[in-house]
């Protein structure tokens, strides 16, 4: 049981690359979220799903896309990438009937 | 606009000493209210968490103190340990639709020997 994991650990991407970060959670729940974390800032919401196929706004989505075709992937899309994109990406899950959200391990991404 | 305002920014206490993060919110409709303990490198994890219907919580040395008329919420480490050393974060959230977390903007704890 591997809980949630993200892939990759860490990036470097270029201004104006696109890449899609990666959430797996094999604890079967249905509400999945994305953060990222910012020194001082502390975590803010991307976008959630509440299962598979459907989506929606958090409080910082601009720049960022995601879809949910099972209840297992969540991933993050970053089509342009802007060096305010450079920030720790966390993803959660968390069960329909709990309240306790379970963090992945985190990809660090920085864009220069 | 932060939802959930939480000082101090860094904390440094003695071992044995009682540690204390204070955090604050506007919206009342908020009805849950957890701590988040992250090791550098890692996620959060949720280490104690209350309802409004509770003045406080206690788990081990952590314990919840909350004022529902103040809308304030505190984290309190008793017996500090170097252990302890972390970045701790309140959060509020609407447990009616997706849980969505708000956070502070976290508290760097290092206990020293």
Redesign the interface.
């Known amino acids: 049981n591997a809980g949630v994991t993200q892939t990759p650990k860490f990036r470097i991407l270029k201004i104006g690359q696109s890449m899609t970060l990666q959430c797996a959670q094999d604890m079967n729940h249905n509400y999945m979220y994305w953060y990222r974390q910012d020194p001082g800032m502390g975590l803010k919401l991307i976008y959630y799903s509440v299962g598979a196929g459907i989506t929606d706004k958090g409080e910082v989505p601009n720049g960022y896309n995601v879809s949910r075709s099972t209840t297992e992937d969540f991933p993050l899309r970053l089509e342009l990438a802007a060096p305010s994109q450079t920030s720790v990406y966390f993803c959660a899950t968390t069960g329909t009937y709990s309240y306790e959200q379970y963090f992945g391990p985190g990809t660090r991404l920085t864009v220069t | 606009q ?1 939802q ?1 305002k ?1 000082s101090p ?1 860094s904390l440094i206490v003695q071992k044995g000493g009682i540690s204390i993060i204070n955090c604050a919110y506007e919206n009342t409709a908020f009805d ?1 209210f ?1 701590w988040y303990q992250q090791f550098p ?6 280490l104690i ?1 209350i309802r409004p219907d509770v003045s406080e919580k206690k788990e081990g040395r952590f314990t919840i103190s909350f004022n529902k008329s103040a809308k304030q919420f505190s984290l309190h480490i008793m017996d500090s340990q170097p252990g302890d050393s972390a970045t701790y ?1 309140c959060a509020a959230s609407m ?1 009616t639709g ?9 508290t760097r704890l290092t206990v020293i020997p």
């Not at chain 2, 490198?41 to 949720?46: D, F, V």
């Not at chain 2, 997706?98 to 976290?106: E, R």
Request: net charge positive.
């Open positions: 932060q959930v939480q920014q849950y957890p490198g890692k996620g959060p994890a949720l968490a974060f447990l997706a849980n969505n977390l708000f956070f502070g903007t976290g």
